[in-house]
């Protein structure tokens, strides 16, 4: 178990870092980097979602909204900076006489954005997820619900093209809290700011799942009323974990949009949505490194083949959903644990799914 | 009677229209095993559903004074309301002792629930020591026996301090020597708390119990000291059909498999 | 006086789409509790199947009342396969069915997508339903009111099939008791492929009147989904009396909050009202207490 060897995750995650923050820059050209900072923010959306949907079991099927939180805030912020004391410029577009819509305003303070892009989230997670839970809304209701939030959130940006930007999103960012993001160098910085946060949510959820709250979730999420009669508010805990699922999906969102460039309603609709959840499932959704490992191969697949080969990319990862959660419901990182059970004992049952993701931590 | 007694009156409880519970009274004190029995479908298992919450019931249910009716399952809680479900019901995927942590954890700080466990509370060893566990606290409890869970179980009540543990069917399925294991266990924490348990096993009960209710249909049947209740003939009409006296094969029944009765749609 | 006519007779006749939507959601989550993403999907198949029996049937009067049956057993057919191939190793986890699902109608999304033109496919009207009908003063499309109209047939079919049926009360009885059924004979696995079947069939149908009113294409099915799931929950599980009135509730809703606000607003407001309504009648929505507790 992972209680007797926290060293073994540690050194896993430390593994990760060395690899992201040290090796990735000297070895990947600028392109490949970018593109992989872009991997790290959808891994950083995904350790949320493990957190929340693996051990917390609660499938979160609209973190685009939170994403969205994340990114469009950053993307105020920096479409004001990039326009200076101008309208940005897709505002005049519409109506040369156009004045700044009101909930622009605040972001052009830094402070302000950076707040927001923790503050929204988690607002918004809470009210959400206390309406839900003290209500005992779950699974299949809870997943739908979010679900439509995002859709709804993804249709509400698309119409309303003056103060969003509408389908054709928010781009052309000059500026990243005044460094020039055309600079190579600058770019290589967002990038390692993207990776060292991906290694911060994967060392706050290796702490969570370790500490006590850790195995409160998995109870909860095993026997939620159960859980109740030991004297805990199981709609307390999921909370928990919901919001600091928000949390990452926004701080995923906000990293991407200086790395890409351009954020727009279909990067957190429905189908971007879902795109966040195949990683976590293909790579393991109760695993510490399953979902950030499944999210980086996602999206690799996602931007590779995915414009090289858009039509074979949707039916992939079709068959990647029904694949694995028909045979491999725990993922790839289930595999390991899979076959040493199965080495060592060949006629007994796979250790169930925690033991074996918790396996899967030791071996990284 | 103390005042931390646990005193139900007038307990009533309707499914749309079925009476499951029609007026029960009787009360519980500590230093007693207290017994609840009754035939299958007698109302015991809704009895305790009401008293913790569970189900929604008219009369009053007291401990120490104060009204446990009404509150959310959590809240009676945490008045120190414990009970174990007629199947085992513990966390499966993690090992007897994080079962127990869990069970401990409604004494601590938030706050500390996001430090990893160090060591184990002095209260959690007692638990374990009492319960015959000690060899079992790193096994996942998915993988205990029948019998093990449920000593699990009235652990996990123990370490969560509770005042009253309300056991369901808690010996259903155990060989005899658990039985009596599982007895003498009992008669130990009764002295000093109430320990209310649902039987079917009139065997143990005549072991065990200092004081007995029977229900019938719903309604309080008989109630008093074993001999007495073993000695009303209302009580043996029920059992037996007829007046008689072995009652011990006949009662050993089957454990009602509450499993798969009533399914979940979703979960 | 339009004002509040028009929204209302708009608004029913949403409804009753979503309600048909909502029909085979009800009888495959509600008595199965499979949670099919893919029913948007099958929805879709039934209106493509309209255009495809119209280029069989070139008068439109005659290709939509035979389309319709016809897309009742292609989508129905679809469902069944799906329930062999997928859905019966999955009875026990239902949470993971809705993600196998999601697989399923990503696959079939991008099917049509290569399969018929990108931009959709025109589904011709029929001839008897090019009036309109004036409700005070409102001229109301003939279309709008058979919608209403198929789906009072598709509930009413759908109420005697469960109700007078022996496969309907086969139906109800694995429902209430899938073990005891089971031992009194009753062919499980039968009644569970039946009912996708049905289920996906009655997609088909509603597939078929949407075709009528709005494109036909491979997205079509994305904008039915989720809201049929809401309405299925917000009617409460297995009731199709709660179906009825919430599918309405939604359509008259949706379409008076587009009428007043835009219909990107709409949405919104929908979902807030679907989480206020929860906070009221968690009923509608919530598990049903029972005493087994895992
Ligand atoms: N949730 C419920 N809905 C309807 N009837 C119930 C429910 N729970 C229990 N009952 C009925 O109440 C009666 C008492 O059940 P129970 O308390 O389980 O009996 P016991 O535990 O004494 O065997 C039984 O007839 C049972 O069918
Ligand atoms: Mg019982």
Redesign the interface.
């Known amino acids: 178990?992972t209680?007797s060897k926290?060293w073994i995750s540690l050194s896993g995650i430390g593994l990760f870092a060395v690899l992201l923050l040290a090796v990735a820059p000297l070895v990947l050209t600028d392109h490949w980097l970018n593109n992989l900072g872009k991997y790290c923010c959808w891994a950083i959306a995904a350790v949320g979602i493990g957190l929340a949907w693996g051990r917390g079991?609660m499938?979160v099927m609209g973190q685009g909204v939170f994403f969205a939180l994340g990114a469009y805030s950053m993307a105020m912020h920096l479409t004001l900076e990039t326009a200076g004391d101008r309208i940005p410029g897709f505002m005049v577009l519409y109506d040369p006489l156009a004045p700044l819509p009101v909930f622009w305003e605040p972001f052009r303070s830094t402070g302000f954005t950076l707040l927001a892009i923790v503050l929204l989230p988690v607002l918004l997670a809470s009210s959400?997820g206390y309406?839900?839970f003290k209500?005992?809304?779950?699974?299949?209701?809870f997943?739908?619900?979010t679900?439509?939030?995002a859709?709804?959130?993804a249709?509400?940006i698309?119409?309303?093209i003056r103060e969003t930007g509408g389908d054709t999103g928010l781009s052309d960012f000059k500026y990243f809290f005044g460094f020039v993001l055309n600079d190579p160098a600058n770019k290589r910085m967002v990038y390692l700011i993207a990776a060292a946060l991906l290694i911060v949510c994967l060392f706050a959820v290796w702490?969570?799942y370790?500490?006590?709250?850790g195995?409160?979730l998995?109870?909860t999420r095993?026997?939620e009323?159960?859980?109740?009669?030991?004297?805990?508010?199981p709609a307390n805990v999921k909370l928990v974990a919901f919001v600091v699922s928000a949390l990452m999906a926004s701080i995923g969102g906000a990293m991407f949009v200086p790395i890409v460039g351009i954020i727009t309603p279909a990067e957190i609709g429905?189908a971007a949505s879902?795109l966040m959840?195949a990683g976590v499932?293909f790579g393991g959704r109760a695993s510490l490194f399953g979902p950030a490992l499944g999210a980086i191969a996602v999206g690799w697949g996602q931007s590779s083949l995915g414009s090289t080969w858009p039509?074979g990319w949707?039916?992939i990862?079709?068959?990647?959903?029904?694949v694995v959660?028909?045979f491999l419901?725990n993922g790839l990182s289930s595999l390991p644990a899979r076959f040493t059970a199965a080495r060592r004992s060949p006629d007994r049952q796979p250790a169930?799914?925690?033991?074996a993701a918790e396996l899967e931590e030791a071996r990284p | 009677m103390t005042d931390a007694s646990l005193v139900v009156t007038d307990l009533h409880v309707e499914f749309s229209g079925f009476v499951a519970v029609g007026g029960v009274s009787f009360d519980a004190h500590p230093g007693e095993v207290r017994f609840l029995i009754g035939p299958n479908g007698a109302g015991k298992t809704t009895c305790i559903d009401a008293i913790t919450g569970l189900t929604r019931a008219t009369g009053s249910a007291r401990l120490g004074g104060k009204e446990l009716l009404g509150r959310p399952v959590h809240k009676i809680v945490r008045l120190g309301v414990g009970r174990t479900f007629q199947t085992a019901s513990v966390f499966d995927e993690l090992t007897v002792l994080q079962n127990l942590d869990i069970a401990a954890g409604r004494h601590r700080r938030s706050a500390s629930l996001l430090r990893a466990r160090r060591g184990t509370d002095g209260s959690i060893e007692q638990a374990l020591e009492e319960t015959g566990l000690a060899g079992e606290f790193a096994t996942p409890s998915g993988i205990l026996s029948h019998g093990q869970k449920q000593w699990l179980e009235i652990a996990m009540l123990l370490v969560q301090d509770a005042k009253v543990l309300l056991l369901d069917e808690p010996v259903a399925g155990m060989s005899q020597d658990e039985r009596t294991a599982t007895g003498e266990l009992l008669q130990r924490i009764a002295a000093k708390r109430i320990v209310l348990v649902v039987e079917h096993d009139m065997d143990f009960m005549r072991r065990f119990a200092t004081r007995v209710t029977v229900l019938h249909q719903g309604r309080v049947l008989s109630q008093g000291a074993v001999a007495e209740v073993q000695a009303d003939p209302k009580v043996q009409e029920v059992y037996l059909g007829t007046a008689g006296a072995a009652t011990t094969a006949a009662m050993s029944v089957v454990p009602e498999a509450a499993a798969g009765t009533h399914q979940r749609k979703e979960d | 006086m339009d004002a509040l006519i028009a929204p209302l007779l708009n608004g029913s006749a949403q409804g009753a789409l979503l309600l048909l939507a909502a029909l085979g959601l009800s009888l495959t989550f509600g008595q199965m509790g499979v949670i099919n993403m893919a029913h948007g999907e099958f929805l879709m198949i039934g209106a493509f199947t309209a255009y495809l029996v119209q280029q069989v049937i070139a008068s439109s009067d005659l290709s939509i009342p035979v389309a319709l049956p016809v897309a009742l057993v292609v989508a129905g057919l679809f469902g069944l396969l799906l329930e062999v191939t997928v859905i019966q190793w999955m009875y026990r986890r239902p949470l993971d069915t809705l993600l196998v699902t999601v697989g399923v109608s990503l696959i079939l999304r991008q099917a049509a997508l290569q399969i018929f033109p990108s931009q959709g496919v025109p589904v011709e009207k029929p001839g008897w339903l090019d009036g309109q009908l004036n409700i005070l003063g409102y001229e109301w499309p003939l279309r709008q009111l058979f919608s209403i109209l198929l789906a009072a047939v598709c509930v009413a079919a759908l109420a005697a099939w469960l109700k007078y049926t022996s496969f309907g009360r086969r139906i109800r009885a694995t429902v209430h008791n899938r073990d005891l059924a089971e031992t009194s004979g009753i062919s499980t696995r039968t009644v569970d492929r039946l009912t996708f079947f049905a289920g996906s069939g009655l997609a088909g149908v509603a597939g078929v009147a949407a075709s009528l009113i709005g494109g036909t294409n491979s997205q079509m099915g994305v904008q039915y989904i989720i809201a049929a799931f809401l309405v299925v929950a917000a009617g409460g599980i297995g009731q199709l009396k709660g179906t009825i009135i919430a599918a309405w509730a939604v359509g008259v809703t949706l379409s008076y909050f587009a009428y007043w606000t835009t219909g990107s607003l709409a949405q919104v407001l929908a979902f807030i009202l679907v989480i206020v309504f929860l906070q009221l009648r968690p009923q509608g929505l919530v598990t049903v207490r029972t005493r087994s507790l895992v």
């Open positions: 178990m209680k926290p079991g499938l959400l309406a839900l209500r005992r809304v779950k699974g299949a209701y997943a739908i619900l679900q439509a939030l859709v709804a959130l249709t509400l698309s119409s309303t702490q969570l370790r500490s006590r709250f195995e409160l998995v109870a095993d026997a009323e159960r859980v109740r009669f030991l004297g805990y508010d429905a879902i959840i499932a039509d949707t039916y990862l079709g068959l990647l959903f029904i959660i028909l419901p169930p799914a925690i033991v």
